[in-house]
């Protein structure tokens, strides 16, 4: 598998494996990436995320799995803007992962179905 780490401050990538996270700016109410506070969003392509064109946005707190809608399914980028809440990341292989709060991800190999945000403050 191959995974790159995003840097939400510069954009720098880095060749890594599994899911990468990189922490964003300092904890505030504000966007990343076109995804405004307090959301999870998700960019199907490299160029809507570059383009700060997310795709799909959830940010319900909740006990359960949200099912991805098809414009969230799959995504290659999934920023988490919300300042105290962690979001559960749940693949069609099975595995899952977390995401921490102001933090980005860019998956390259498994395909994201269903996600859980959680008012947990770490993974």
């Known amino acids: 598998m191959e995974t790159k780490r995003v840097s939400a401050l510069g954009g720098a990538l880095a060749l ?24 999870v969003c998700f960019y199907l392509t490299e160029a809507n995320f570059w383009n700060s064109s997310p795709t799909a946005a959830y940010q319900d ?18 920023v988490n803007t ?18 921490e709060s102001n933090s980005i991800a860019y998956e390259t190999s498994r395909i994201v179905d269903k996600v859980r945000i959680s008012s947990a403050s770490s993974c």
């Open 16 to 39: 890594g494996v599994g899911l990468a996270f990189a922490p964003a700016s300092p904890a505030s109410a504000s966007s990343m990436y076109g995804c405004v506070y307090p959301r």
């Open 61 to 78: 707190v909740t006990s359960t799995w949200q099912t991805l809608s098809s414009r969230a399914k799959g995504a290659k980028y999934i």
């Open 82 to 99: 919300r300042n105290d809440d962690v979001i559960h990341l749940h693949y069609t292989n099975g595995q899952t992962n977390c995401l």
